[in-house]
C-alpha cells in the first residue's frame, strides 16, 4: 500500500500541493518519497529515502519550479526500501507513481531487457514506465500507451504518469484493489491514493472504479472507461474535516490511533447500542433478526494487526454472543479450503479495506456461499 498524489493547474506550485499531499499520506508507506515535476518542457525528479522529512530536505536545497507533477511514499513489495527502488520511476520521457503488485513483474522484465531497455530499479513499478514509453516512441499520445501497457498487465495497480512529450497533463489508471480519487478545482485538478490527501484543496471529488483510466489537465478531468469511450460521472461533495484525518497533534499515527480507541469504539457502536432497552440498532447492516437467529459460526478473517485484533473479537463474539468463532490469516485462508456453509458469517477486517490477501478471502467467502460482512476503517 504506497500513497500517491498528482497536480496539474497554475494556481498553486505542484512541489507545494505534492509535498503537503504526501504528508497526509505518509501512512500508506515510508520506506521512501519522490516527486517528479514537468518544468519547461523536461521532468525534474527528486527521491529520498526513508520518511517524507528527508525529501523535504533535499526539495530545499533543490526546488523544483513547475505546475505538473505526481508524488508517492512507498511501501515497497518489488525491490529493498532504498532510492534506487524510490518512485517516481522514469523511462525516456515518461515518469510513473503506482500503488500496487505487478504479478508478471518477472516475464515483463526479461521481455523488456530483451527489446535492449535497461531497466535500473528492482522493482514492478518501473516496468510500466517502460511499456508506456515504448507506445509514446511509437507515436501514442500518454492516455492510448497507458492503455495499452495496461493491457500487458496482471495484478493489482493505481497510477499516475506523465511525460514530457504530452506535457499538458496526468493520466491515471486504476484496477484491483489499490484507490484513486480525483479531485476537481477551478482550472486545476488532483489526484490522489485517499479523500483527506486533497481535502483542503476541493470537497468535488470523483473515485475512481477498476478498469477506468482519467485524464486530468487544468481546464478539465475526462474520465475514460475500459473501452476507451469518455463518460461522466457525478462528484461527490465531501463534508468532511480534515483536520481530523491528520495527527491531531500526536507526534505519531499510532500513539494517535491508541488514545483515539475509546472514541473510536464509542463512535462506531455507541450510536447503535442501546444499554436501557437492551437492543442494538443494525439499520445499514445487511443482516436480518431472522439471520442473526440463523448464525451458527463466525469466521474471522485479517492480516497483520487486524488479525491480532480478531483474536481479541474472537474472546466477545464467544463470550457475548456464544457463537463458536474462528481466526484465520487472510493469505491462508483461501487455500485451505475453508468448510462454510450458510450458518457461516465471514468478517473480513481490514483499515484499509484495500488488503489484496483479506479481499481475496472476502471473494471465496462469497463463493463458497456464506453471508459475508466487512469491517474497515475507509468509506
Ligand atoms: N510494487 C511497488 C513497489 O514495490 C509499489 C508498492 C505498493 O503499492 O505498496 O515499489
Redesign the pocket.
Known sequence: ??GIVGYVGRKTSAMEVLIDGLRRLEYR?YDSAGVAILDEGSILVRRALGKLANLEGVLRDKPVAGHIGIGHT??????KPSER?A?PHCSGSVSIV????VENYRQLRVELESAGRTVESD???ELIAHLIDQRVEAGDDLLAAARAACARLAGSYAFAVISSADPHRVVAAKNGG?PIILGLGEKEAFLASDIPAILPYTRQMISLRDGEFAVLSDEDVVLIDSEGRSFEREPMAIQWDPVSAEKGGYDRFMQKEIFEQPRAVMDTIGTRVSEEDCDVDLDGIEISPEMAERISRIQLVACGTAYYSCKVGKLLYEQIAGIPTEVDLASEFRYRRPVLDEGCVVVPVSQSGETADTLAALREGKQRGAHVISICSTR
Not at 512507498?74 to 525491490?79: D, E, I, L, Q
Not at 503506482?98 to 503488485?101: A, P, Q, R, V, Y
Open positions: 500500500m504506497c508507506g512507498r511501501w515497497a513489495t518489488h525491490g527502488n518512485h503506482h500503488n500496487g503488485i522493482t514492478d513499478t489499490s
